[in-house]
């Protein structure tokens, strides 16, 4: 363990441990536990098994509170899920073609577990091992808990060791910041992490998403083979059931695709802040249900984003013995470009022991009578406001104080 304290004090974390009311006794030197954060009428509740999301309480333009993220009652249950629900997954996200990769002359083989690939990191990825809690905060003005996974060497086939965080945080006016950081600790190796939460606005008992609506800053994705592998093309959406540049329901062009949509958007290079040298996060994406009025605003700094419409979930039972069905929910993932060890052309998610991995995320969900909308950059940004100056110092203040260091 000491070995890996220089690596963590440069994150900026703390080593000190935390009791964890568990439920069992976990693999090692820890143990599962759930974990709540709440703020106003916001509340999230984590687990450090994968460092997955279990709930997401937020109000509706009623005032009614509902959970808008599908998954399971309790930590146990998600030992056994496959499909992600609120997961971490790494180290590297979505699929790496026939499970293998050249690296500074080595050929690394890894696990497969999708066919001949590899999905999330393999069958035992970070969304399958027990994270630590290194700092949790539940009561402070912005409360937050951090996660903790060091990742050794050889696993799932990966090269060298790899410390990765995560952490989440409550922030006024229902935003949720999430934070990923990793660092390789002696060998370049691909780190890709991406959070896969479920959403569906309306609330994970609601139905489908197909009414909803949602808009995507992306001009241009990367079509993918049979096997959802990219071909290495870059795109336009135009003129294809991809184009979400106009906000559109989810469910309008759904049934030109076979199993509904799971493709990696490149975002437009379009930052909404910036102070001197330090770049800001760009809008993604919206989502709006306009019965329950709740609306999904993302913010990232990373170059892509997956859509994808639960178009392989089957009858799932979930929360509250809610049945899960196809097109139950959404998964907007931001992350680097899918199997991008294997396309030169594409941007490099290589780390090494000089080069950190920094990924970061806001998503604001306020309802319709929360948001005012004012003019920005040619396009409408959505904040909690009444008036445009107001919208605008909000964002500028919200965003540089939480990722502009």
């Known amino acids: 363990m000491a070995k890996y304290s220089s690596s963590l004090l440069l994150l900026g974390l703390s080593l000190s441990a935390l009791l964890v009311v568990a439920f069992g006794a976990g693999d090692g030197e820890t143990k599962i536990g759930t974990y709540e954060l709440k703020k106003g009428k916001m ?20 005032g009614k509170l509902n959970d ?22 790494g180290r590297v996200a979505n699929r790496i073609a026939g499970a293998q990769f050249t690296l500074n002359g080595t050929l690394y083989k890894l696990i497969p577990n999708d066919g001949k690939n590899t999905l999330h990191g393999g069958p035992l ?18 409360p937050y808990i951090v996660f903790q996974y060091l990742s050794p060497n050889g696993e799932q086939g990966f090269p060298g ?7 989440y945080t409550l922030l006024a006016y229902n935003q949720l910041s999430i934070k990923m950081k990793a660092r390789a600790l002696n060998k370049a190796t691909p780190v890709n992490l991406a959070n896969h939460a479920y959403w ?9 998403i197909l009414s909803q609506e949602l808009e995507i800053y992306a001009s241009r994705y990367t079509p993918t083979d049979g096997e959802l592998i990219p071909t290495g093309k870059v795109v336009s959406v135009v003129g294809t059931p991809y184009d979400f540049l106009k906000s559109n329901s989810v469910g309008s062009r759904i049934g030109q695709l076979q199993k509904g949509y799971d493709i990696n958007y490149v975002l437009d290079d379009k930052e909404i802040i910036r102070r001197g040298n330090k770049r800001g996060l760009r809008k993604a994406a919206v989502v709006h249900d306009r019965k329950s009025g709740r609306v999904m605003e993302l913010f990232t700094n990373q170059p892509a984003v997956q859509l994808y419409t639960s178009g392989s979930l089957g009858e799932t039972k979930g929360k509250g013995g809610v049945v899960y069905k196809k097109s139950g929910a959404l998964c907007l993932e931001t992350q680097g470009y899918p199997d991008a060890v294997n396309h030169p052309n594409f941007p490099s998610t290589i780390l090494t022991p000089s080069k950190p991995y920094d990924h970061q995320m806001l998503k604001m969900i306020p309802a319709e009578n929360m948001v005012a909308a004012f003019q920005g950059s040619g396009k409408t940004v959505f904040a909690i406001s009444k008036s445009a100056s107001e919208a605008q110092t909000f964002l500028e203040v919200s965003l540089c104080i939480h990722y502009c260091d």
């Open 43 to 62: 509340s999230l509740k984590v687990t450090n098994y994968g460092a997955h999301m279990m709930s997401f309480i937020v109000p509706d333009k009623y």
């Open 68 to 89: 808008v993220i599908l998954g399971y009652d309790t930590a146990e249950a998600y030992k056994n899920d496959t499909n992600s629900f609120g997961a971490t997954v």
């Open 125 to 142: 990825g970070f969304s399958k091992v027990i994270w630590k809690v290194t700092d949790y905060k539940p009561n402070d003005v912005e």
């Open 161 to 167: 060791d790899v410390v990765a965080v995560v952490k």
């Open 200 to 208: 569906n606005l309306g609330g994970h008992d609601s139905g489908d």
